[in-house]
């Protein structure tokens, strides 16, 4: 049986939800994005290792909305009928290639635009978890991959902030300033 490396489509139907992150309809993916975008659940993944270094990556260039743009480990949606659970382990699987459980940070609302192409409308839940083994890259997704320190983030973010994704900016922004302890190996044990 030949595996597909393609995840996801634009008439995959996601999920819609209100002011307050309650579920209120379906929409295809290529609707969600259309215009100002849809207002539809999200999720964004932080991965680090034991060295407190987080993994970037930098989005295809097939991507319709912020190619080749710097972002966090793993970010989509979860589709109508799943589970944000469901959601996020299966992304991380199909675009890193490995397993490691996953801590709910908080959730936030944000809207986006691309250019005159699309926008990010999305009540997106974040994540994080620790990982120290192999990753096998999904190159329909991710073009590049780094583990940066936290310093070398930071000065990479203060002196290039236009090649980062909008979401990725405001997360950090705010993991940096609530949530830095995450990161930090002493804080938490190692997962293989």
């Given at each position: 049986?030949?595996?597909?490396?393609?995840?996801s489509d634009a008439s995959e139907n996601l999920i819609l939800v209100d002011e307050l992150d309650r579920e209120v309809g379906y929409?295809?993916?290529?609707?969600?994005?259309?215009?100002?975008?849809?207002?539809?659940?999200?999720?964004?993944?932080?991965?680090?290792?034991?060295?407190?270094?987080?993994?970037i990556q930098k989005r295809s260039s097939e991507k319709l909305l912020w190619p080749g743009y710097w972002s966090?480990?793993?970010?989509?949606?979860?589709?109508?009928?799943?589970?944000?659970?469901?959601?996020?382990?299966?992304?991380?699987?199909?675009?890193?290639?490995?397993?490691?459980?996953?801590?709910?940070l908080y959730k936030f609302k944000y809207q986006a635009h691309y250019e005159d192409i699309g926008?990010?409308?999305?009540?997106?839940?974040?994540?994080h978890g620790r990982y120290d083994g192999e990753l096998n890259i999904n190159r329909n997704e991710i073009s590049?991959?780094?583990?940066?320190?936290?310093?070398?983030?930071?000065?990479?973010?203060a002196a290039s902030p236009e090649k980062f994704t909008p979401w990725f900016k405001m997360e950090w922004a705010d993991l940096s300033k609530n949530y830095l302890e995450?990161?930090?190996?002493s804080s938490q044990p190692t997962n293989r």
């Open positions: 049986m030949v595996v597909s490396n393609i995840v929409c295809t993916k290529k609707e969600c994005h259309e215009g100002d975008g849809q207002l539809h659940r999200a999720f964004s993944v932080f991965i680090s290792n034991k060295n407190d270094e987080v993994l966090n480990a793993c970010c989509s949606h979860p589709r109508a009928g799943e589970t944000m659970d469901d959601a996020i382990y299966r992304r991380i699987d199909q675009e890193l290639g490995f397993q490691c459980p996953l801590t709910f926008a990010e409308n999305e009540y997106c839940w974040v994540y590049d991959w780094k583990f940066l320190s936290l310093k070398d983030l930071e000065t990479q973010l995450v990161f930090l190996s």
